[in-house]
């Protein structure tokens, strides 16, 4: 299994902004049951992630995630992302997740950790 390519799929997901084309990479990419939690948010199933992309696309607006070195064994990886405005340098929002990926090679789960958030 290719974990690199699926962390990279997975980032694509978030930056995808057309609701169709978003939602077919998510069924393509994501388990039907997968599972995804932040300190923010908890997603089961396509419907509930799709909805959290949409409103996460919404409140960052014009804004891309870029994905830092993956390191995976097994079924498992983790990776840093960064979430800037388009060809900016510095991030407003980074963040390191774990990703565990499912027999079929779809995303099982995603748990993600906020290492720098904007100031309220």
Do not use: S
């Not at 393509?28 to 300190?39: F, I, L, N, T």
């Not at 014009?62 to 991030?91: K, N, S």
């Not at 963040?95 to 779809?106: I, K, Q, Y």
């Amino acid at each position: 299994m290719d974990l690199q390519h699926l962390a990279e799929r997975y980032l694509a997901v978030w930056n995808e902004t057309d609701p169709a084309a978003r939602r077919k990479l998510v069924e393509e990419v994501w388990a039907p049951g997968g599972r995804y939690v932040d300190p923010v948010v908890e997603a089961v199933g396509h419907d509930r992630f799709d909805a959290v992309l949409a409103a996460v696309q919404a409140q960052f607006a014009g804004m891309r995630f870029r994905i830092g070195p993956v390191d995976a064994h097994h079924d498992v990886a983790r990776f840093t992302w960064e979430l800037a405005p388009e060809g900016a340098a510095e991030p407003l929002v980074v963040g390191f997740d774990v990703l565990t990926a499912a027999a079929d090679g779809r995303v099982a789960t995603v748990v993600g950790f906020l290492d720098k958030v904007p100031a309220a």
